[in-house]
């Protein structure tokens, strides 16, 4: 099952914070963030797995709440450049493979001057 | 530092053709994933290989295939092509460690038009 994201949309002017919200009926071992620019490939930002642990490589910050089974992204003073579609990626904890990996349907992140 | 490789980017076939796209993971990445994003939507998970062998399915449609060969390529085989098949074709690969941070780095897409 597709996590969900919300908003769909949100439009920011530069210095502004925004969340975007990723949630999952099933219990998650991980969660992935990703960006995509139109026709570019999506970008890794961040990755949250079961236990707290975070691995990520920009200045955006997340949050994993393992007991609600749901991520928050964090867009702190926002730039121009963080412009773009954010989706999270879902990593379910099964006993049968190594996980079923779902994107959200994406978050479009608009940044105004 | 080195990225994941597709070939082609583009490609255009008509409607019934096959078609072959080719991924080339990050040195010693031994996961590949291969994805189907349509305009405007979230990239579909397809399949996925760890160590040469099929990892995971997801809605790959059975008139495609794919494979990863020992040098950890991967090819991704699409045969009697349909107009619904065009999309951009990402390819990502990770490296597992153990049952951990599997971050998948995406290359740069084959945009497959068909006619």
């Known amino acids: 099952q597709q996590p969900v994201q919300s908003p769909q949309a949100v439009i920011l002017r530069e210095g502004e914070d925004a969340v975007i919200n990723c949630s999952s009926s099933?219990?998650?071992?991980?969660v992935h963030w990703y960006r995509q620019k139109h026709g570019e490939a999506p970008v890794f930002l961040m990755i949250?797995?079961?236990?707290?642990e975070q691995k990520g490589h920009e200045k955006i910050s997340a949050s994993f709440n393992e007991k609600k089974q749901q991520s928050s992204l964090y867009l702190t003073a926002s730039q121009l450049s963080y412009s773009g579609t954010y989706f999270c990626?879902?990593?379910?904890?099964?006993?049968?493979?190594?996980?079923?990996?779902?994107f959200g349907a994406g978050t479009q992140v608009v940044v105004t001057p | 530092a080195a990225g994941v490789i597709q070939s082609p980017r583009h490609l255009i076939k008509e409607k019934r053709e096959t078609a072959t796209l080719k991924c080339y993971p990050i040195?010693?990445?031994?996961?590949v994933y291969w994805y189907q994003q349509g305009p405007g939507q979230d990239p579909q998970f397809l399949i996925s290989?760890?160590?040469?062998?099929?990892?995971d399915k997801g809605s790959i449609p059975d008139r495609f295939s794919a494979q990863q060969f020992s040098d950890y390529h991967s090819e991704l085989n699409m045969s009697s092509l349909e107009l619904g098949d065009s999309a951009l074709y990402f390819c990502?690969?990770?490296?597992?460690?153990?049952?951990?941070?599997?971050?998948?780095?995406f290359g740069p897409g084959t945009r497959l038009t068909v006619l």
């Open positions: 290989f760890y160590e040469k062998m099929q990892s």
């Open positions: 040195p010693r990445h031994d996961t």
């Open positions: 949250l797995l079961k236990g707290g």
């Open positions: 990626g879902t990593d379910r904890e099964t006993t049968d493979s190594w996980g079923k990996f779902q």
């Open positions: 990502a690969s990770s490296f597992r460690e153990g049952r951990a941070a599997d971050t998948q780095y």
């Open positions: 099933k219990a998650l071992y991980s």
